[in-house]
């Protein structure tokens, strides 16, 4: 057998290896478009933190904390002076009731859930724990927030009968947040041993609460319907509809993983708010999110989209020349660029819609033409209409893509098995190979 007797009874093979290499080169512009797809993200997040920025971080909130100044021995050189230290203790009892109201901020094209939240604090003390750290001075009770610049209303600290107006922290400010409150001295003997009040805030990303307490009860509800629980602990109860979230926890001093008391300078805020509990502003798959996902099965449709073709040869007997392969390839490429630049634009099933439609009406009449009869460009356009659709499933399914997409490629894998089943491949481009014999 001479080598064009040889090339032409192995041209399905050849063919085949050139199908294979071609799928591997679309993967160079799918790794540009998932570029382009991370770089957008990066910009949905910096405009994110812009307007966290603008308008509140994520925060934590937690009952008062008594700060009390402690002798602590400081080195110098060789020498022993004895210091004082700020030091941090829980109090008895504290019950947190927050209301949280979300709505949209926007930055450009980009659109990012902000909070308000009302939180009413009420706590219990033991004065006779109290006078124990400290038996004489004003007191300086420290409330714990993540934010200060996202308070918008705080209300005076009801002790009793007194009424403390809250002060920005000027002790150990350097390494604490919060507001302070100070009891004078003299007015030890009007207070209760409980307190409340209530703050308003504004943050986002997220809302966290610190068991500053022997006892930390907290209620939240929201009108976000799709929390992430978040910090340490889960709530003991909770309840999500399609339009709210309602949850409750209740700890003890014990489940810290640090104790009473503490010198502040010692205790980094980071590790302070690693005990916090709270929710997370979870917001559901987005468009690039989406587009990603997209991408990262582009190599496999791009794949069945070549073999269809390749089979429709086959079966036809009219081999197709390289370059409708290429121009096929750089369409169904280009289809995830378009579907992420509309889904910046619309709901992502409405940019998928469109990118979709057009991406099989440009093909659809093209495979028609080139492989001869319209209805085998139809049943290209079927098969991608129906391809497209498993793709959507695929990116929008919340936890089932794994099971759905290998399922629905084992399917497509015995599907062409069936239809190859009869196929003689050496036979393919059928006359040439006859007229040898």
């Known amino acids: 057998m001479n080598p064009s007797n040889l090339l032409r009874r192995n041209r399905a093979t050849i063919k085949l290896l050139f199908v294979g290499v071609l799928s591997l080169i679309m993967v160079i ?12 993200q990066d910009m949905q997040l910096t405009a994110q933190n812009t307007i966290a920025n603008r308008w509140g971080g994520s925060q934590a909130v937690s009952g008062l904390v008594l700060l009390t100044r402690q002798q602590v021995e400081v080195r110098h050189d060789r020498r022993t002076e004895i210091g004082e230290e700020w030091q941090a203790n829980v109090l008895q009892e504290v019950a947190m009731d927050a209301s949280l109201t979300t709505e949209w901020r926007y930055l450009g094209i980009y659109e990012v859930p902000v909070y308000t939240a009302v939180v009413s604090i009420q706590g219990r003390i033991d004065w006779d724990q109290v006078d124990g750290l400290q038996a004489e001075g004003d007191l300086v009770f420290w409330l714990p927030l993540g934010d200060v610049r996202g308070v918008r209303e705080v ?12 002060r920005p922290l ?7 947040t919060g507001l302070q409150f100070t009891l004078p001295e003299a007015d030890r003997v009007r207070t209760g041993d409980a307190y409340r009040l209530k703050i308003k805030l504004a943050g986002s990303n997220s809302l966290t609460f610190l068991p500053l307490a022997d006892t930390t ?4 509800q929201a009108d976000w319907p799709h929390p992430e629980f978040v910090g340490q602990f889960l709530p003991a109860e909770r309840a999500i509809t399609d339009e709210s979230t309602r949850a409750n926890w209740q700890l003890l001093g014990i489940n810290r993983p640090y104790g009473d008391h503490w010198l502040v300078k010692d ?5 302070l708010n690693m005990a916090g509990f709270g929710m997370r502003l979870e917001t559901p798959v987005d468009g690039y999110q989406r587009s990603e996902r997209s991408v990262k099965y582009g190599f496999l449709f791009i794949s069945l989209t070549f073999f269809t073709l390749f089979l429709f040869e086959v079966m036809t007997g009219r081999p197709l020349h390289p370059v409708p392969y290429v121009l096929t390839g750089a369409a169904l490429t280009v289809f995830y660029l378009v579907l992420l630049a509309l889904s910046e634009y619309l709901p992502f099933y409405g940019a998928f819609l469109v990118a979709a439609a057009m991406l099989v009406l440009i093909v659809t009449p093209y495979i ?20 497209y659709a498993l793709l959507y499933i695929l990116v929008t399914a919340a936890h089932a893509a794994l099971l759905l997409g290998s399922v629905a490629l084992l399917i497509a894998i015995a599907g062409l098995m069936y239809l190859t089943r009869g196929v003689d491949w050496y036979g393919y481009g059928g006359e040439e190979d006859n007229c040898e014999g």
Do not use: C, D
């Open 29 to 40: 512009p799918l790794i540009m478009i998932r570029s382009v797809v991370m770089e957008r």
């Open 155 to 166: 209300s005076a600290l009801i002790f009793g009968e007194i009424e403390i107006p809250a």
């Open 170 to 176: 000027s002790v150990a400010a350097n390494s604490i």
């Open 217 to 220: 009860r907290v209620n939240l």
């Open 267 to 271: 205790m980094p805020v980071h590790q």
């Open 368 to 387: 028609g033409a080139v492989l001869g009869k319209r209805k085998h460009g139809y049943l290209v356009g079927l098969m991608m209409a129906l391809t």
